[in-house]
C-alpha cells in the first residue's frame, strides 16, 4: 500500500512565530510521523509564491502589529486563491492576529486594515487588552471536550452565523459578551488562542489532520491511537488548574 | 518642600528597617511610600547628584551591566547610588536614593547608576532626566506584560522625549536598539563585538528586519538572536560605526577580548560563561569611560564581581558540580544551552518555567527555545520542572525525549535530587525568575550537608 503524505504550509515563519508557533507545526508533523504518515512542510518566505493547491494543510500564526500588516498586505494579492482554498475544503489553522485577518476589517493600534474577507466575521479594536490562560469547551472532536491555550489581542471579533470553536468556561474568547472562542468554517479553525496551540490539545490536531487526510485521499482513514501521556497531562493540568 | 522631603526619607528609611526586621528585602514599600509623602522626591534627590546619572535597560543583561558599571565608578574613588537587588521599577530606583540620603535629605553622591525596567522608563524620567541610557539589548520577553518589542521600543521612545539631552550608549549589533539612536538622532556611542565570533544558530524572530522599511536585514555576520553586523538591503540603515570596538574574543575558560576606542585599547581577561557577558562588560566599561572621561580599573571590578543569584552561579554537592542559571526568555535560553552544549562533559540537565506575573504568565515561548540542541549523546539525564513541567515535558517529547526519559515534577526538591541522581559528571539547572531564588536556597543548603539524602 502506498504510504499515505500530508503537505503542510507554514506561512512566513519569519514574521509570524512570535508566541512559539513552531509548536503547531511540530505537533502536526509528528503526529504524522509516529503514525507512519510521511509529513513534509514547506516553509514560505514574503516574497514566495504560494500554490495552494498543493497544500493540505495551511498554518498561519502571530507576529508584532509591524510584521502582521506586512503579512496581511502580502496575502491581498492571494486573497482570491485563499479563500478558493479554504471554500474547497482545504485545511487551514489561523491564529492570533491570522484569525482577525481573515475577516473584513484588521484593526492594528494605530490603525484599521481591510481584512482578507476569507470569512463574513468582522473585528473592532477595544481599547483594553485581553491577556491570560483560556479554556473553552468545544464539541468539535466528536464528544465534548475542553480546549487550552493563551490569549493575548485587544480586538473583539463577531462571527455572525458561524460556528464557534467553543463556549468560552475561562478568559475572554472572541468579544466577551456571547462566550463564543474562534471560529469554524468548513475545515477553517480560527482563533485568539496563540503560540503553540495543538501540542497540548492532540484531539484538535488530529482533527485537523484527520479533515486533510480526507480531503486529499476521498475516504475516512482512521488515526491510530498514539500514547498521549505527555500531551494530556500538560492540557488536563490547565483544566484542573483554571476550572477546579 | 524640605520638610515634606525630610518627612519621606525618614519614613523610607523607617520602611526600609521594618521590612528587613521582617526579613523582607522589599524596596518597592519604602519607595511607595517616600513618593506618596514627597511626590518630587526623586527629581530633587537626583537633583543632587554632582556628576552624571546615568540609566540601564535592556531585556537581558541590565543588571549585570549597572552592578558593573557602579563597580567601576566606585573604584574610581566615587560615591554612587545604585539599586543594586534589582528593584528596577520606580520605587526601586526612589528607594535607592532614600538610602544614600542623609537624615537632613542630604545626598552625598557623585554619580548614579540606575537599572530601569524598560515598561518604568516613561514613569522613571518624569522625575529624573539622565545624562546616559545604556540600552543592552531588546528582545522579546515576558510577551503577556510588554505585549511585543515594538510596544517596549515605544515605551523607551516615550521615556527619551521627556529627556531631550540625554545621550545613548548603544548595543550597536542589536538592529532593535540601534533605531533608537538613528531615528532620535541624539548624541549616540555604539558598542559592538566587530568580527564574526562563531557559528550560531537563531532564536527569537524580532528585529531581524528593518525597522525603517520593513524588508529582512542581511548579516555579514551574526552572534545571536538579532545581534550582528547588519544591512539593511533596501535602505539607509545598517550597522552603525562602531564608537567601542570589541575584538580578539576568546570564550574558551572564561571570556577574553579587547576593547578599543579612539586609540586606546582595554584588554579584558575574565572567569564568566557565556558570551552575552561581553556585552554587559563591553557596555558598562564604555559607560564608564565616557562618563569619567578616562579608563577605569576594570580588572579589579570584575575579578571582584559575584554573578547574582543564577548567573551561571556553581555549587558543590557530595562531590558534584551543579550550575545554576536564570534564563527568562528564548534568547537568555538559547544563549544558557551554548554555554551547556559547549561543556563536552556528560551532563544531567534540568529546565524549570514557572508562570507567575513576575515571570510571565504566557509560557508560549518554550516552543521558541531551541531545546533540540539538547538531543545530544553527551544529556544523560533530563529533569523537567516548576510550575509548568507538563509543557515542557511535552516541549522535550517533540525534542526527541519520551516521557519516560524524563523526569518531571513540580516539586523543586524532588527535581534538584532527580538532578543529582543522573549519571552525567556535571549538572546544569536553567530555571526562569521565581524559580532561581527558591532553587539557589535549596542548593545552598545542599551544599552545606543539611542533606535531602541525595
Known sequence: ?244 | MRIRLILAIWACKLAIFASRLLGKNGSSMPGQVALKICPRIMTLLAGQVKQDIIVVCGTNGKTTTNTLLSAMLESSGHRVVCNQLGANMIWGVCCAFCEKTDLWGRLHADFACLEVDEASTVKVFAHIKPDYMVITNLFQDQLDRYGEVDLTVDFLRRALALSPETKLVLNGDDPVVSQLGEETGRVAYYVCVDEKVREESSGGSEGRFCSFCGSPLSYAYHHYSQLGNFTCPNCDFRRHEPDFRVHGVGLENGLSFKLTHGDKTAAFDVDYRGFYNVYNIALSYSGAVLVLDKAPDHQAVLSEYQPQTGRMESFTINGKTVILNLAKNPAGFNQALSTVMADTRKKNVLIGVNDNPSDGQDISWIWSVDFERLSDESVKNLVVTGYRADDLMLRMKHVGFSESQQVKTRDLKEAVCGLLAGEGEVSYALVNYTVVFTMQEILKEMEGGAGYGA
Open chain 1, 1 to 244: 500500500m502506498e504510504r499515505k503524505k500530508l503537505i503542510i504550509g507554514h506561512l512566513f515563519p519569519e514574521f509570524l512565530n512570535m508566541y512559539g508557533d513552531k509548536g503547531n507545526i511540530l505537533a502536526l508533523q509528528n503526529r504524522l510521523l509516529w503514525r507512519d504518515i510521511d509529513a513534509a512542510v514547506k516553509t514560505f518566505g514574503i516574497d514566495d509564491e504560494i500554490n495552494f493547491s498543493a497544500l493540505d494543510i495551511i498554518v498561519l500564526g502571530g507576529g508584532s502589529d509591524r510584521e502582521q500588516k506586512l503579512v496581511c498586505e502580502r496575502l491581498q494579492r492571494d486573497r482570491v486563491a485563499l479563500s478558493e482554498y479554504v471554500e474547497s475544503g482545504g485545511v487551514l489553522l489561523a491564529l492570533c492576529g491570522a484569525y482577525p485577518m481573515l475577516g473584513k476589517h484588521f484593526p492594528l493600534k494605530n490603525e484599521t486594515l481591510d481584512g482578507l474577507s476569507v470569512l463574513e466575521i468582522d473585528t473592532e479594536p477595544d481599547a483594553a487588552r485581553h491577556i491570560g490562560d483560556v479554556v473553552i469547551q468545544s464539541d468539535l472532536m466528536g464528544e465534548t471536550g475542553y480546549i487550552v491555550g493563551f490569549e493575548n489581542h485587544s480586538g473583539k471579533t463577531r462571527i455572525g452565523d458561524y460556528k464557534p470553536l467553543g463556549t468560552v468556561c475561562r478568559g475572554f474568547g472572541n468579544n466577551g459578551e456571547d462566550q463564543s472562542c474562534g471560529v469554524i468554517y468548513k475545515n477553517l479553525v480560527g482563533t485568539y488562542l496563540h503560540g503553540p496551540l495543538l501540542p497540548k490539545n492532540p484531539k484538535l490536531a488530529d482533527y485537523l489532520l484527520s479533515k486533510a487526510l480526507l480531503r486529499k485521499y476521498g475516504e475516512e482513514i482512521a488515526l491510530l491511537p498514539l500514547c498521549d501521556q505527555a500531551e494530556n497531562e500538560a492540557h488536563d493540568y490547565i483544566v484542573e488548574r483554571f476550572l477546579k
